[in-house]
């Protein structure tokens, strides 16, 4: 990706003046956040843990908090300082003057495009992997060498469900946006409750 090329690599500074909600807790700025630049395009800076996705990448970024500063890096790196406005808007500033407001956004509203891991509880020795993409293409495989196996997914708010190929075996599941999981009653018969978590750091076995 040419970091050149995204509006984040021009973020630079917002005015020194911090409000002393954000002094005081820092950690609010540990959520999703969406925004719309001045040429149009969107940005997300969407933080899980101890790393972040920033716009579209597919990889992940380090970041740390030093005060009013946030310096992430990874396949998109900047430095920018940042301060909240009233209702819980986000402002930053690009080196060029113009300011992006950013709004904060549920868990619930974060995307499931990625990767998950988990295995149903009656079999712990077994591991699904699960790959879900934007476009509503899934695949699964059962780790290390299975097959991959290919179908689409769909999502009504919290629920999830999925169409394996080429017998239509679904699953149907849910999305639990706090602790971060897909849960399921059941991924083959009598598999039992198959729990699956986001994973980042490794992408593949």
Avoid: C
């Avoid at 310096?71 to 909240?84: C, E, K």
């Avoid at 930053?92 to 974060?110: C, V």
């Amino acid at each position: 990706m040419q970091v050149s090329k995204l509006l984040l690599i021009a973020i630079v500074a917002v005015p020194a003046t911090s409000s002393p909600t954000l002094a005081q807790q820092p950690e609010a700025l540990l959520q999703r956040w969406v925004g719309t630049t001045h040429e149009g395009r969107p940005l997300f800076l969407d933080f899980y843990g101890d790393t972040m996705l920033v716009v579209n990448d597919q990889y992940i970024a380090d970041f740390e908090m030093r005060g009013d500063t946030l310096v992430a890096v990874g396949d998109t790196s900047f430095t920018l300082h940042y301060r909240f406005a009233p209702m819980d808007r986000l402002l930053l500033r690009t080196e060029d003057g113009h300011i992006i407001t950013m709004s904060r956004q549920g868990p619930l509203a974060r995307p499931l495009s990625g990767n998950w891991l988990g295995g149903p509880t009656r079999s712990p020795d077994r591991v699904i992997e699960l790959r879900m993409t934007r476009s509503g293409v899934a695949y699964w495989r059962w780790l290390t060498q299975g097959p991959w196996t290919e179908g689409e997914w769909d999502r009504f708010h919290r629920k999830i469900t999925f169409t394996w190929l080429p017998d239509s075996t679904v699953w149907e599941g849910l999305y639990d946006p706090a602790a971060g999981q897909l849960l399921f009653d059941e991924t083959e018969p009598g598999s039992g409750v198959t729990i699956l978590r986001r994973f980042f750091r490794r992408r593949s076995y």
